[in-house]
T-cell receptor
Framework: AQSVTQLDSHVSVSEGTPVLLRCNYSSSYSPSLFWYVQHPNKGLQLLLKYTSAATLVKGINGFEAEFKKSETSFHLTKPSAHMSDAAEYFC????????????FGKGTRLSVIA | DTGVSQDPRHKITKRGQNVTFRCDPISEHNRLYWYRQTLGQGPEFLTYFQNEAQLEKSRLLSDRFSAERPKGSFSTLEIQRTEQGDSAMYLC?????????????FGPGTRLLVL
């Protein structure tokens, strides 16, 4: 069975400093991995996805994530935080070829301090 | 805006009442998913359709829940005899399977409060 563990429930950074949101996964198959973001009162938006091509995945709004099979990790990073990045971030795993329901982590709330 | 719409956006009901939610997916998408999200948690899978066929149901989906996608387009999720524990955000997502990697696009959700 697939699962993800988001290692921090809340991360707080200052504007302009780097962001690191940590995620470890467990999967019986070669996984498809995603990061989604949820702003207050808005729907889930796909930030980026890993599908067994390049291990470094670039997403929208300057975010990127690196797939590390040896560490079973898929951490999300951004070089410089912006106030608009404050939101809830979900690490997500799917099954082989992504053709199964998504399994979400519990989320990491990112706060950005001016 | 992802192109997936849900109606209503908010619903307040009394315990024991029935409620129905609607999801309109992106028009050419053949898969439609329902998830439930409670406060402080990530979304959890409930059920999904490929075209009009319901292919999988989670054990979270009790007998009081039923979902349909009659013509392979929009879907409805009905909860009968609502309980306070049903209070949650109900999310719909759609995707197109068959053209490489599936990506699910989510609607804004319907927030249900059962009093």
């Amino acid at each position: 069975a697939q699962s993800v563990t988001q290692l921090d429930s809340h991360v707080s950074v200052s504007e302009g400093t780097p962001v690191l949101l940590r995620c470890n996964y467990s999967s019986s198959y070669s996984p498809s991995l995603f990061w989604y973001v949820q702003h207050p009162n808005k729907g889930l938006q796909l930030l980026l996805k890993y599908t067994s091509a390049a291990t470094l995945v670039k997403g929208i709004n300057g975010f990127e994530a690196e797939f590390k099979k040896s560490e079973t990790s898929f951490h999300l990073t951004k070089p410089s935080a912006h106030m608009s990045d404050a939101a809830e971030y979900f690490c997500v795993v799917s099954g082989r070829s992504g053709n199964t329901p998504l399994v979400f982590g519990k989320g990491t709330r990112l706060s950005v301090i001016a | 805006d992802t192109g997936v719409s849900q109606d209503p956006r908010h619903k307040i009901t009394k315990r024991g009442q029935n409620v129905t939610f609607r999801c309109d997916p992106i028009s050419e998408h053949n898969r439609l998913y329902w998830y439930r999200q409670t406060l402080g948690q990530g979304p959890e899978f409930l059920t999904y359709f490929q075209n009009e066929a319901q292919l999988e149901k989670s054990r979270l989906l009790s007998d009081r829940f039923s979902a349909e996608r009659p013509k392979g387009s929009f879907s409805t999720l009905e909860i009968q005899r609502t309980e306070q524990g049903d209070s949650a955000m109900y999310l719909c997502a759609s995707s197109l399977v068959g053209r490489g990697q599936e990506t699910q696009y989510f609607g804004p959700g319907t927030r249900l409060l059962v009093l």
